[in-house]
């Protein structure tokens, strides 16, 4: 099994449709499981798709606009009623706290674990959360109020060993962590040194995960997205209605289709549809005739990262 995979829970924009619910995505890396924002009914759409929320610590919140968190408070009263007891940490502009914490007290109080906020500057690219194997960093995006991206990173990984040489050269096993880190081996038994490149294999590639949304295209993200393995990016409109994108902050499918070739992506997934639109292939299609690799995100839709 995959250990880096992208749920997408809504893949809608502000107005929910029959098609399409509010922004919603879930990222599970290993042992852990990420939220990135919580529209409206993301927590039914976490039983609708069997999501279980045993692992989730985490929630990362773009912006202040209620298609992007009007989900939370719903979210936040079950996990209590359910008995969760440990800490959950929501990371976004610092007006959450204030926004949320009235709602926590009249509906949550007596709550069953502590909720924990940790505010960043949207117009700052910072790294908000960092464990053993992955990074997260914030990226500035353009909209209408505050708004960051996230980027997702695992850290470099450890080379393999080659079972057979621990055997060959009687390799200590205190040794064997600084082998995987780079290290090269002295052997006493032969008096020599062995070169690290002949005790282990190369490391399982790193892998990367951007999240954009909601956004004006802007080419000065292009540094912070560069070679990611899979971006997601609002493609809210088609090009035809390029005026309504700029006047909303939105980008059309052609724009990041055009994003994505020049920061060489490994893929691309867009969303976060307008409900004009009955039939997003039309996105894809506008999309896919500048950057072959592009997908759609819709509702329950899995990827491999």
Do not use: W
Not at 196 to 221: H, M, R, V
Not at 276 to 290: F, G, M, N, P, T
């Amino acid at each position: 099994m995959e250990n880096f995979q992208l749920h997408i829970l809504g893949a809608g924009s502000a107005i929910p449709t029959k098609q399409f619910s509010q922004p919603s995505q879930l990222l599970s890396l290993r042992d852990k499981l990420f939220m990135i924002d919580c529209g409206e009914g993301a927590q039914n759409q976490l039983r609708r798709f069997g999501a279980s929320l045993s692992r989730l610590n985490h929630i990362f919140i773009s912006h202040l606009h209620g298609d992007h968190c009007f989900g939370l408070i719903g979210l936040l009263s079950t996990l209590d009623m359910q008995g969760r007891t440990a800490d959950l940490t929501i990371h976004s502009h610092e007006d959450l706290k204030a926004l949320l914490s009235p709602l926590l007290s009249y509906f949550c109080k007596g709550i069953s674990y502590r909720i924990k906020f940790e505010p960043f500057n949207p117009k700052d690219n910072l790294v908000i959360y960092e464990d053993k194997s992955l990074t997260v960093e914030t990226i500035p995006l353009k909209h209408k109020i505050p708004t960051a991206g996230f980027l997702f990173r695992e850290k470099d990984k450890l080379r393999h060993i080659i079972r057979e040489k621990i055997d060959f050269y009687k390799i200590p096993i205190r040794e064997i962590p600084l082998i995987k880190q780079g290290a090269d081996f002295y052997s006493e038994e032969m008096g020599e040194l062995i070169p690290n490149s002949q005790l282990t294999l190369p490391p399982t590639p790193s892998k990367s995960y951007a999240y954009c949304s909601d956004t004006l295209c802007t080419d000065s993200i292009i540094p912070l997205i560069e070679r990611v393995d899979c971006l997601f990016h609002e493609a809210t409109f088609l090009n035809q209605h390029l005026s309504r994108a700029k006047s909303t902050f939105h980008s059309t499918a052609r724009q990041v289709a055009l994003l994505a070739e020049k920061a060489s992506v490994g893929k691309l997934i867009i969303g976060h549809y307008s409900a004009r639109y009955d039939d997003v292939r039309l996105l894809l299609d506008e999309a896919k005739s500048i950057f072959p690799k592009t997908y759609l995100a819709h509702d329950g839709a899995h990827f491999i990262i």
